[in-house]
């Protein structure tokens, strides 16, 4: 199989997170942080172990900043659900994934919130920037955007933004399911207030981890309360960080796959591995861009302005019938439809067909490219 749906989740995984993962049954099988005898506390070191990885991966300053949580939709909807207040507004960008959009549309109809939408163009930082801004008003509390599209690749200037919402007074939660492990995030240096992130794609984690990081003295209110491990005697939930977030027993078996993650990207190289996915979604777009059959929604995929994702279709197709086509007859994996954005489908007049995806990974070989494109022409 040829698998190009790397967005989605990152397959095959790396050796070394496989064993991680079956050694956490092996040799780490009691509940962090919940008794104290050498297995719970060796348990428990194992989950510190990975939030320092975590820590200095991102620079997020302290260890407690790190928050454990099952994917980068919990992490949005703890940020979303418990900072926003009634009156508030927001600003969104117009590639924002469900996880974003469902939740406020949400609090938008229970009449709590309001939100806006900036249009991200492509690469004109300054424009997409510029629409941030003229959304802003009085009420403007929070700025919720991607980091990069999960459909069309497009990469946002995020650190920009994030200056632009300070000097604003506006808080910033960053959605860094697509860039996490591809391009580099400094929460600190960045002025990232909440940076959501999903540890099974970009970071080659396994599914169901994903992390919250807080760099603001603005702490949400948490989604789920209950045993902690820690302040057993007191019927309300920790104030302090992590445990404020943490409830319940943790997924060790997911965060040790993590960190080995992490390892495993610091082994390889970020920018190593983030230039061999752009070249080979290059040599697929100059496969393709000349061919009159072929729909390609983007430019050129360049290293300043896209991430390694790429949307096309064949005209007079559906996207849903040419993915089938690309699996039954040449077994390549390819995601087509909304992917869960359909603001991004809007911004590109897609909302009704779909969009066949390709997603590269650090194992695409340059010779799979060769062999879609190829597949695609005889589509």
Do not use: W
């Not at 040829?2 to 050694?23: G, H, M, Q």
């Not at 959009?101 to 492509?122: H, M, S």
């Not at 496969?287 to 059959?293: A, H, Q, R, S, T």
């Amino acid at each position: 199989m040829i698998y190009l749906d790397n967005c989605a989740t990152t397959f095959p995984k790396p050796e070394n997170v496989i064993r991680s993962v079956c050694n956490s049954f092996r040799k780490f099988g009691a509940n962090p942080g919940r008794g104290g005898h050498n297995a719970a506390m060796e348990a428990s070191q194992q989950v510190f172990n990975v939030r320092e990885k975590i820590k200095d991966f991102f620079n997020a300053g302290e260890p407690e900043n790190v928050i454990f949580t099952s994917g980068c939709t919990e992490s949005l909807n703890t940020v979303i659900k418990g900072i926003l207040r009634q009156g508030d507004h927001v600003v969104i960008s117009s590639l924002e994934h469900n996880s974003v959009v469902r939740p406020l549309e949400r609090l938008k109809k229970e009449g709590l919130i309001t939100y806006d939408v900036a249009q991200v163009c492509e690469c004109d930082h300054d424009k997409t920037v510029d629409n941030f801004r003229n959304k802003f008003n009085d009420h403007t509390r929070l700025v919720v955007c991607t980091h990069a599209s999960n459909v069309f690749g497009l990469r946002l200037p995020i650190e920009r933004i994030a200056a632009l919402c300070h000097q604003y007074g506006i808080k910033i939660c960053v959605d860094a399911a697509q860039t996490a492990g591809v391009l580099p995030i400094d929460v600190k240096g960045d002025c990232i207030d909440y940076l959501c992130l999903s540890g099974h794609k970009g970071l080659y984690g396994p599914m169901g981890i994903g992390v919250l990081i807080i760099n603001c003295e603005e702490i949400p209110k948490p989604l789920k309360e209950g045993g902690t491990g820690s302040s057993s005697v007191s019927f309300e939930q920790p104030v302090f960080l992590p445990d404020r977030f943490e409830s319940g027993t943790p997924n060790l078996p997911g965060i040790c796959g993590l960190g080995a993650g992490i390892d495993f990207v610091k082994s390889r190289g970020m920018e190593r591995i983030f230039k061999h996915e752009m070249h080979f979604l290059s040599r697929v777009y100059n496969g393709l861009e000349k061919n009159k059959n072929i729909i390609l929604y983007t430019q050129k995929p360049d290293l300043n302005f896209h991430v390694p994702v790429l949307s096309l279709n064949v005209r007079g197709k559906s996207s849903e019938e040419t993915a089938a086509v690309l699996n039954r007859r040449y077994n390549i994996a390819a995601r087509a439809g909304l992917h869960c954005s359909p603001l991004a489908h809007i911004s590109y007049g897609t909302e009704n067909i779909g969009t066949v995806r390709i997603c590269p990974s650090v194992f695409s070989d340059y010779s799979h490219g060769d062999m879609l494109v190829n597949a695609l022409k005889k589509i």
